[in-house]
């Protein structure tokens, strides 16, 4: 298909981007990496009249470690994000993730902030901003403000994110020593994108005891969510396998999850308690280093 | 001038000659063709599974800027419905029909009930693509939504809406073959296994999505048509004398280079039509590219049906009997071919390779608020494959007998010049043990089995399936085919032109779109004639060029198709002969042809070279009396039989206990095409065909709403078509036994592996399960889910 027709922005500016989005309102649609906002506008399924491109926009895309905390710009591609040496070192978890978005054309031009600010139910990076403890700056005419991962995503493609505002930064604490990650998802057959996916998050004492444990599932629900009964299953336990697989079990808790082509609720609620059990396993391997 | 070829091209894997030009980005699709004053198509689509029109009000449409013209089916007077091709009445003396084709009618626009989502109802005609989308989301339908029913079970249920009144059941055809005494074969065994077996609904998915460019002429009362067509003399013949009326000769129909097709551009579609009959209407000409959305919606599907099978067994493995009662879907109109397609295409392979006592196949055509089925590769031949490699599988299985062991028991032996099966057809020649034994070369079986018992102890499940198969392509003897129903003949023309500097354009009947017909034609001609390859060239897909032709599909191009240029290549040295005898002053009896060179038998040095003959052909000053100029023949070849290819596949996968996903560890297959012209060209449609049977068994499967009758798997992020990282590497060999029905001993080789592919890696799955005392799955694609629920479902018994 091909789209409606639209006007085409290009803000050199924040401030001149949220002045656009002020003025245009409903009628407008930022554009970061387009490759999920153009397919839509393809099937006419949005038809915005107006598109305000952020790629002219200077300063919104990069990572750099900011006194421990890394930041991640809005419009850096996933492709950036997965080869970043600082995210490699920091939190490695990220850029796996992002390595396993798509394939490398979509990850040369999709965008780490598009993709949080989109909030496909089915999206990768979600489950792993919940794991990892995002923070997402967003800007509006009044200034900045900040909304921890927990209170990001609101419901089926929806965020915190207001209309007028644009999400400028991703704030990423870096890992505590003996901390290790990891994002496993179960493809789509066609699209690839996560039927389920699962991050998990733990940090273990000198003794292996685990003192934080950090999980969020993707794909099975409307909205990535925190999985927190296995969290509390996981916390101030040694990580053996039982111990894993019985924490796991609480993974679909707390997911509406949806039956569709790809499962009905009882096979992805179990693959949301498989995924759980393997991404924690993965972390423990990692966190022993 | 012509240089002599030492090595004779016929088997070997030279490079296709066409791929520098696709491979650059320089071939030349339809949508590639541009002429001025060009017309954009949009059509307005059913958004509704069934809904009749109330009314429809261009009003707006046809005041957006840009706008040239809208149609609705109530303006295309004069114009008749797409024909079906294919004619099921008793009254014809048609085998095996039982209760008559309801002939219903396919309107190029439909102007009273929309019968699946994505019927056309009105197009809109623009100045740029752009204002013809735009403008036809402003053409309003007044639609009254109707109950629908999609579900193959379902068609005929009581209550079922009814999508034709002139079918009230949704009862399209009845038909019925066989031979021998089943009842009797069933009252002897001593097993019989029974099961449903449901081969799912597919999307053929060419590369390049259909499109048409149509171009009237007004000053020579001329049309022109570009059209993505597998049969060019096909669309035209159809279009012309069915549906718009207008004298054949004043049409031309060219398919320049195409994507793919895999049988879906066989038939004629409604856009074609409906931008050949608009382009008359406004003088200009009309173009429509499909989008990949209208693809789903509206190339012909594939496959679609529900079937119980039982066979019946005597304790040693003999095959007693076959019983087979199929539902096949048809969807909301009768496609081109599609009445053949789950019937002579179909239970006329139910013989298989095997030795079956007696065979009764029943089969039932309906109609669904669906997109139209007809054929995709390979069809109704997968089809049978899969009921007979299935059934034979759980046959073994309530035997406890071996898998590979049950199929030797009971191979027809090998055989040359008939076999008569009890379903019809009589194969041409085979050597299907051979096959299966090649393939165990390959593989150690005993070994594998091993591995399997320790890797169970481990908790792991190893499985192993086989699939052998036969097919019928080198479509097809006219008569037989009549006399079945077909409204065409189904021959081949070839026309071979030497020019008289000794180039040689040949003219095929049959096309090529992604076959490589411009290299393995090239490579035949260039063997007959001992003449370089470089000074051959193989046109193709235009009416206007090439004699009366069939067209490609039922992997007939080599077979039929070359055989016909073959005749034609044989005619050229015959006359070539009498030229030369008369420059040498020798009788035409004492001439041979040797080295691309006429000469007098024995005598090297009294010889004229090809080059001499065309010139002097051309330039005829001593020439022989009575003879005449020109150096140009054509042949039509139209073959006695069928030729029935065959071959033993085998492949080795692992289920995920946890998540149900199947992986693929190998993939081996043994093919016997006949001979091969070009052995890399074949092997890679062998991959292809592979790669799409292994698609159906896991990933692929258009599947419709219940409800709503929406498609929902109507792109390409829903719909899982095989991606080359899933696949193994491919262990292929082959068997070669000629057919005796063509001089150039070719069977056909561009649908086996989709044939073979989906029920080998079903029976390895269901082998992988066997040890949970799973027998069957009765539905594909064998997603993650089906596998998952059918271990715990088998747990859960235990
Ligand atoms: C073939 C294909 C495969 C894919 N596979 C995967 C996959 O496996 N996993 C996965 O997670 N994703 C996948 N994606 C989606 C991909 O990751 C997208 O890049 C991403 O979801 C959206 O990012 P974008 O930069 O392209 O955003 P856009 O498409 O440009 O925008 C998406 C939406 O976010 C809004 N938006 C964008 N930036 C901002 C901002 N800074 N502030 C506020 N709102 C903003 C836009 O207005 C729009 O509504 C795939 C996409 C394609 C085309």
Same mark, same amino acid.
């Given at each position: 298909m091909y789209p409606a027709a639209f006007e085409y922005h290009t803000p050199g500016s924040v401030r001149e981007a949220l002045s656009l989005l002020g003025k245009l309102g409903d009628d407008a649609k930022l554009l970061a990496g387009g490759h999920s906002l153009i397919p839509m506008m393809k099937l006419r399924l949005a038809q915005p009249k107006h598109v305000i491109d952020l790629r002219r926009v200077p300063g919104l895309a990069g990572i750099k470690d900011d006194k421990g905390t890394i930041v991640i710009g809005a419009m850096t591609t996933h492709w950036q994000v997965e080869s970043s040496p600082v995210l490699r070192e920091k939190c490695p978890i990220v850029s796996d993730t992002a390595g396993v978005i798509g394939d490398p054309a979509v990850r040369n031009v999709g965008t780490i902030g598009g993709s949080l600010a989109h909030a496909d139910p089915a999206a990768d990076m979600p489950a792993t901003a919940i794991a990892a403890g995002f923070e997402f700056v967003c800007e509006g005419a009044k200034g900045r403000r900040t909304v921890k991962a927990d209170d990001w995503f609101k419901g089926l493609m929806s965020t915190a994110v207001g209309d007028d505002e644009i999400l400028v930064e991703i704030r990423v604490p870096a890992w505590a020593a003996g901390s290790g990650g990891a994002y496993l998802k179960f493809p789509h057959p066609a699209s690839r994108f996560a039927v389920v996916g699962a991050a998990a998050m733990v940090t273990l004492d000198g003794t292996g005891v685990c003192t934080k444990a950090s999980v969020g599932i993707t794909g099975a629900g409307t909205k990535a969510v925190r999985a927190k009964g296995v969290e509390a299953g996981l916390t101030g336990q040694t990580l053996d396998q039982a111990t894993i697989e019985v924490a796991a079990q609480k993974a679909a808790e707390g997911v509406d999850v949806q039956a569709d082509l790809q499962g009905s609720v009882e096979y992805k609620s179990h693959l949301c308690r498989v995924f759980a059990r393997r991404a924690i396993e993965a972390a423990v391997k990692r966190a022993k280093g | 001038m012509a240089t002599v070829q030492s090595d004779r091209?016929?088997?070997?894997?030279?490079?296709?000659?066409?791929?520098?030009?696709?491979?650059?980005?320089?071939?030349?699709?339809?949508?590639?063709?541009?002429? !001025?004053?060009?017309?954009?198509?949009?059509?307005?689509?059913? #958004?509704h599974a069934h809904a009749r029109i109330r009314t429809i009000d261009t009003a707006e449409a046809k005041r957006h800027p840009g706008v040239v013209a809208v149609f609705t089916g109530a303006d295309m007077t004069g114009v008749n419905s797409l024909p079906c091709g294919w004619d099921l009445r008793q009254s014809k003396n048609i085998p095996g029909v039982v209760?008559?084709? /309801?002939?219903?009618?396919?309107?190029?626009?439909?102007?009273?009930?929309?019968?699946?989502?994505?019927? #056309?109802?009105?197009?809109?005609?623009?100045?740029?693509?752009?204002? /013809?989308?735009?403008?036809?989301?402003?053409?309003?339908?007044?639609? *009254?939504?109707?109950?629908?029913? %999609?579900?193959?079970?379902?068609?005929?249920?009581?209550?079922?809406?009814?999508?034709?009144?002139?079918?009230?059941?949704?009862?399209a055809f009845k038909w019925e073959l066989g031979g021998g005494d089943v009842d009797g074969a069933f009252k002897k065994a001593?097993?019989?296994?029974?099961?449903?077996?449901?081969? $799912?609904?597919?999307?053929?998915?060419?590369?390049? !999505?259909?499109?048409?460019?149509?171009?009237?002429?007004?000053? %020579?009362g001329e049309l022109t048509l570009w059209v993505t067509s597998q049969n060019p003399h096909v669309h035209r013949l159809l279009m012309c004398a069915f549906v718009l009326g207008i004298p054949e000769h004043k049409v031309r129909v060219i398919a320049p280079d195409v994507g793919g097709g895999f049988g879906s551009k066989i038939f004629l579609y409604n856009e074609e039509v409906v931008c050949s009959w608009a382009t008359r209407q406004l003088k200009r000409p009309v173009r429509w590219t499909s989008t990949r959305r209208e693809a789903y919606l509206t190339d012909a599907h594939g496959r679609d049906h529900v079937t119980d099978a039982e066979l019946a067994l005597a304790k040693d493995g003999t095959m007693l009997g076959l019983r087979v009662k199929t539902t096949a879907n048809l969807g909301a109109y009768l496609s081109t071919f599609a009445p053949a397609v789950p019937t002579f295409l179909y239970g006329t392979l139910l013989n298989g390779v095997y030795q079956i006592g007696a065979i009764n196949c029943q089969v039932t055509g309906v109609f669904t608020n669906t997109t139209a089925v007809d054929a995709y590769r390979g069809a109704g031949r997968p089809e049978a494959c899969y009921v007979l490699e299935r059934i034979v599988e759980a046959g073994a299985r309530a035997l406890k007998m071996d898998v590979a062991e049950i199929r030797k028991k009971n191979f027809i032996p090998k055989f040359s010049g008939a076999f008569q099966t009890l379903v019809a057809v009589s194969y041409d020649s085979g050597d299907y043990g051979a096959a299966l034994d090649k393939l165990l070369q390959m593989f150690d079986y005993k070994k594998f089995r091993a591995e399997q018992e320790a890797a169970r102890k481990q908790g792991r499940l190893l499985g192993i399936g086989f699939s052998t198969y036969i097919e019928a392509c080198s479509i097809a003897p006219s008569k037989v085919v009549g006399a079945l129903g077909a409204g065409a003949g189904l021959y081949e023309s070839g026309k071979v032109r030497v020019h008289p500097t000794g180039m040689v354009s040949v003219y095929t009947g049959s096309h090529s779109h992604g076959q490589g017909h411009e290299t393995t034609f090239a490579q035949l001609v260039a063997d007959?004639?001992?003449?370089?390859?470089? $000074?051959?060239?193989?046109?193709?897909?235009?009416?206007?060029?090439?004699?009366? =032709?069939?067209?490609?599909?039922?992997?007939?191009?080599?077979?039929? =198709?070359?055989?016909?240029?073959?005749?034609?290549?044989?005619?050229?040295?015959?006359?070539?002969?009498?030229?030369?005898?008369?420059?040498?002053?020798?009788?035409?009896?004492?001439?041979?042809?040797?080295?691309?060179?006429? $000469?007098?038998?024995?005598?090297?040095?009294?010889?004229?070279?090809?080059?001499?003959?065309?010139?002097?052909?051309?330039?005829?000053?001593?020439?022989?009396?009575?003879?005449?100029?020109?150096?140009? *023949?054509?042949?039509?070849?139209?073959?006695?039989?069928?030729?029935?290819?065959?071959?033993?596949?085998?492949?080795?996968?692992?289920?995920?206990?946890?998540?149900?996903?199947?992986?693929?560890l190998r993939y081996l297959a043994v093919d016997d095409v006949g001979n091969v012209i070009n052995p890399m060209i074949v092997d890679g449609m062998v991959h292809g065909g592979i790669a799409q049977g292994i698609g159906q068994a896991l990933w692929e499967g258009a599947v419709y709403d219940v409800q709503s009758g929406q498609l929902m798997t109507g792109t390409m992020s829903?719909?899982?078509?095989?991606?080359?990282?899933?696949?193994?590497?491919?262990?292929?060999?082959? %068997?070669?036994?000629?057919?005796?029905?063509? #001089?150039?001993?070719?069977?056909?080789?561009?649908?086996? =592996?989709?044939?073979?592919?989906?029920?080998?890696?079903?029976?390895?799955?269901?082998?992988?399960?066997?040890?949970?005392?799973?027998?069957?799955? *009765?539905?594909?694609?064998?997603?993650?889910?089906?596998?998952?629920?059918?271990?715990?479902?088998? %747990?859960?018994?235990?």
């Open positions: - | 091209l016929f088997g070997k894997s030279i490079k296709r000659r066409e791929d520098p030009r696709f491979v650059t980005g320089r071939g030349t699709y339809v949508d590639d063709v541009k002429l !001025p004053g060009t017309t954009y198509a949009a059509f307005v689509r059913s #958004p209760q008559d084709l /309801a002939m219903v009618p396919h309107m190029p626009l439909t102007s009273d009930v929309a019968r699946h989502v994505g019927d #056309p109802v009105a197009v809109v005609i623009a100045d740029s693509r752009d204002a /013809a989308t735009d403008a036809a989301e402003k053409v309003k339908v007044d639609w *009254e939504v109707l109950p629908s029913v %999609t579900a193959t079970d379902k068609a005929t249920a009581p209550g079922a809406a009814r999508v034709h009144d002139a079918a009230p059941d949704n009862i001593d097993v019989v296994v029974k099961k449903r077996i449901v081969n $799912q609904r597919l999307v053929a998915n060419a590369m390049e !999505p259909r499109a048409c460019l149509a171009r009237f002429d007004e000053a %020579t007959e004639l001992q003449i370089p390859i470089e $000074q051959v060239e193989i046109i193709h897909g235009d009416t206007g060029q090439i004699p009366f =032709g069939m067209g490609t599909y039922g992997s007939r191009s080599a077979s039929v =198709g070359g055989t016909a240029i073959l005749m034609s290549i044989n005619k050229i040295k015959e006359k070539g002969k009498r030229i030369a005898a008369h420059l040498l002053e020798a009788s035409p009896k004492d001439i041979d042809y040797v080295n691309g060179s006429f $000469q007098v038998k024995g005598v090297p040095d009294k010889a004229v070279p090809f080059g001499a003959v065309s010139l002097t052909a051309y330039v005829p000053h001593n020439y022989p009396d009575g003879l005449e100029p020109g150096l140009e *023949e054509t042949s039509f070849y139209d073959p006695s039989n069928f030729c029935f290819p065959f071959g033993a596949h085998a492949c080795v996968v692992e289920v995920e206990r946890d998540t149900g996903a199947v992986k693929l829903d719909y899982a078509l095989p991606k080359a990282d899933l696949l193994p590497m491919y262990e292929t060999g082959r %068997t070669v036994t000629p057919t005796p029905v063509n #001089p150039l001993g070719i069977k056909g080789a561009g649908e086996t =592996g989709t044939i073979a592919a989906t029920p080998c890696v079903v029976n390895a799955v269901v082998d992988a399960l066997a040890g949970l005392g799973v027998d069957h799955i *009765e539905a594909m694609p064998l997603t993650t889910e089906r596998v998952w629920q059918t271990i715990q479902a088998a %747990t859960a018994k235990r």
